[in-house]
């Protein structure tokens, strides 16, 4: 029997900046609408995109990831799916972001009030990431989340530790890449750079 491997690239982008953003609210679970700015920071996405091949996007579907991705590429397939949603901060939704992102350590494992921990919305990505092991897509994806979902990005398919995701600091650049390899129906990703 031949092995047969499948890679793909997946790109992870944040969602675009948003007027909660500006405003330092955390929106978590709020769908969240786009700032003048962070609509021009889709429309940029949408230039980095056409310069890729990209089959299909897949969102968050917080209304402030939908914007961003319709904004980018209103050509490209797009299907969206809850579990790549932010981590759910539950009563502090729209809470001060300082206040909800002061000491993330302390929820990693404990759920914010009424909420979710981080570990949670990090599984909660990883299901999904086991779907794509299943769709074994032969064209680069582009995903289009919030914090929680590069997290559980780089958990799932970076093999980084969430422990130490969580204490660096985490400072905005233009994408996360990510080398998807299926071979023959046993999953394995590889870290490293992207063309």
Request: aromatic letters at 10%; glycine letters at 10%.
């Amino acid at each position: 029997m031949v092995a047969v491997a499948i890679q793909t690239t997946v790109w992870f982008e944040t969602h675009s900046t948003t007027e909660d953003n500006e405003q330092h609210i955390a929106t978590g679970w709020h769908p969240g609408q786009l700032s003048d700015s962070g609509r021009r920071q889709a429309a940029d996405l949408g230039q980095r995109i056409r310069a890729r091949r990209i089959g299909r996007i897949y969102a968050s579907d917080l209304g402030r990831a939908v914007e961003t991705a319709r904004l980018a590429a209103p050509s490209v397939p797009l299907f969206l799916d809850w579990r790549l949603r932010e981590c759910n901060y539950g009563n502090w939704n729209g809470a001060d972001a300082n206040r909800v992102h002061g000491d993330r350590g302390q929820f990693l494992d404990q759920p914010y009030p009424g909420g979710e921990s981080w570990r949670l919305a990090v599984q909660r990505v990883g299901w999904f990431v086991e779907d794509l092991y299943r769709s074994a897509p032969t064209e680069p994806v582009l995903i289009v989340g919030h914090v929680a979902t590069r997290l559980g990005l780089s958990v799932h398919l970076g093999r980084q530790s969430l422990e130490d995701l969580l204490d660096s600091p985490s400072a905005w650049k233009p994408g996360w890449f990510w080398l998807l390899t299926v071979k023959a129906n046993r999953p394995s990703a590889t870290r490293g750079a992207c063309p």
